[in-house]
């Protein structure tokens, strides 16, 4: 099997540039930054656990698709900590925050 062509590469380029990826933080990252990241990941897991699309999710959450696509793709510039909070809050009433030291 050979490599594709300049042109199939060009047009996969094109393609994936269109695409935003899933964020991730890193060791410059703020708590906040990483606080809400693990908030998105922990809906993440529910969904996934539930086995929903993300459909039903922003049904289940009383929010539009594309909100739940922005927490499935870790978009933690783009929504809230009150509102992951929140997020979190209706998948699991007995939720409990706390600081580790």
Same mark, same amino acid.
């Given at each position: 099997?050979?490599?594709?062509?300049?042109?199939?590469?060009k047009e996969m380029d094109a393609k994936l540039?269109?695409?935003?990826?899933?964020?991730?933080?890193?060791?410059?990252?703020?708590?906040?930054?990483?606080?809400?990241?693990?908030?998105? *990941?922990?809906? $993440?897991?529910?969904?996934?656990?539930?086995?929903?699309?993300? @459909?039903?999710?922003? /049904? &289940?959450?009383?929010?539009? *698709?594309?909100? $739940?696509?922005?927490?499935?793709?870790?978009?933690?510039?783009? @929504?809230?900590?009150? /509102? &992951?909070?929140?997020?979190?809050?209706?998948?699991n009433p007995k939720v409990e925050f706390k600081?580790?030291?």
């Open positions: 099997m050979g490599y594709p062509s300049k042109s199939k590469l540039n269109k695409i935003e990826g899933t964020l991730m933080v890193g060791p410059s990252s703020t708590s906040a930054e990483k606080f809400r990241w693990e908030l998105c *990941q922990n809906l $993440v897991r529910f969904m996934a656990q539930k086995n929903l699309s993300q @459909v039903e999710f922003a /049904k &289940l959450l009383g929010i539009d *698709q594309a909100r $739940v696509s922005e927490v499935v793709n870790h978009r933690i510039d783009k @929504v809230s900590t009150d /509102k &992951l909070i929140a997020y979190n809050e209706t998948i600081i580790a030291r």
